[in-house]
């Protein structure tokens, strides 16, 4: 999990720095194509984030829940996860 963890502090550092460089974009007026580019970049990473994160749940988490007799809050938080990814 440490590994991962960094690897998600870094993505999110990343992130974090883009976010930065979009509000000085703003401030100094840049153009309106290259502001959405940043953007994408920025939902990007987040949706690799996210797509880390669900992974780690899916394949530790709701494993354990199966194999601890849960299956019924199981099936929620998969069919929950998947009701986040789709908006």
Same mark, same amino acid.
């Given at each position: ?24 974009? =703003? ?18 990473? =987040? ?31 998969? =069919? ?8």
């Amino acid at each position: 999990m440490t590994r991962t963890k960094e690897k998600l502090m870094r993505r999110l550092k990343i992130i974090e720095g883009q976010v930065r460089g979009l509000q000085e974009m =703003l401030e100094k007026n840049a153009y309106c194509i290259d502001i959405i580019t940043q953007s994408s970049a920025v939902k990007q990473g =987040l949706t690799a984030v996210e797509d880390i994160l669900m992974e780690g749940h899916l394949g530790s988490c709701v494993i354990h829940q199966i194999k601890n007799g849960q299956e019924s809050k199981a099936k929620e938080e998969i =069919l929950k996860v998947y009701q986040l990814k789709r908006k």
